[in-house]
T-cell receptor
Framework: RKEVEQDPGPFNVPEGATVAFNCTYS??????FFWYRQDCRKEPKLLMS???SGNEDGRFTAQLNRASQYISLLIRDSKLSDSATYLC??????????FGTGTQLKVEL | SQTIHQWPATLVQPVGSPLSLECTVE??????LYWYRQAAGRGLQLLFY??????ISSEVPQNLSASRPQDRQFILSSKKLLLSDSGFYLC????????????FGDGTRLSIL
């Protein structure tokens, strides 16, 4: 089983739609969780951290389910500019983060 | 605020040539530093990380090496590049706390001919 698994997509959604991504992780000892956004041919950028209580940042909501070992990202009122690959990131052993391979989102007119 | 600089942005090298990519961080002390590679359409592969000057941990066997000659400087090198070394190389830093996120440089797109 991969340490971090994501549906690669692509998720094609119309502008204004709500879309959700899930990510599962295998290390039950993981303590920290993040969502990054990566535009084509660019570096990953931190989108938000994921807290146990869930957190919201504008149109973006992140949730953590420790019992089932998954995290989710919900995007409301999708914009064209939200088109990107969304990377799920989990702390692993040592001083390392484990990155998922990403879920591609395409928001269309 | 902290910034990370990585250069060059793009590089085209012949097979068998040497490589040196440099990364520097400003605005923080004693950061953890990381080198990743991302092949086209693939995920991020951790190559090396460092928790301090002269301390390098290698994640995958390969013909690359890393060095940290100064606190905020991280260098990725190779004596002889292979075709399979092509990819997008990313440097990242984080504070020493494992539970904090990493922040990436702009990356170097390396093409081997």
């Amino acid at each position: 089983r991969k340490e971090v698994e994501q549906d690669p997509g692509p998720f094609n959604v119309p502008e204004g739609a709500t879309v959700a991504f899930n990510c599962t992780y295998s290390n039950s000892a993981s303590q920290s969780f993040f969502w990054y956004r990566q535009d084509c041919r660019k570096e990953p950028k931190l989108l938000m951290s994921v807290y146990s209580s869930g957190n919201e940042d504008g149109r973006f909501t992140a949730q953590l389910n420790r019992a089932s070992q998954y995290i989710s990202l919900l995007i409301r009122d999708s914009k064209l500019s939200d088109s990107a690959t969304y990377l799920c990131v989990v702390t692993g052993g040592g001083n390392k983060l484990t990155f998922g391979t990403g879920t591609q989102l395409k928001v269309e007119l | 605020s902290q910034t990370i600089h990585q250069w060059p942005a793009t590089l085209v090298q012949p097979v068998g040539s040497p490589l040196s990519l440099e990364c520097t961080v400003e605005g923080t002390s004693n950061p953890n530093l990381y080198w990743y590679r991302q092949a086209a359409g693939r995920g991020l592969q951790l190559l090396f990380y460092s928790v301090g000057i002269g301390q390098i941990s290698s994640e995958v066997p390969q013909n690359l090496s890393a060095s940290r000659p100064q606190d905020r400087q991280f260098i990725l090198s190779s004596k002889k590049l292979l075709l399979s070394d092509s990819g997008f190389y990313l440097c990242a830093w984080s504070v020493w706390d494992l539970n904090q996120p990493q922040h990436f440089g702009d990356g170097t797109r390396l093409s081997i001919l």
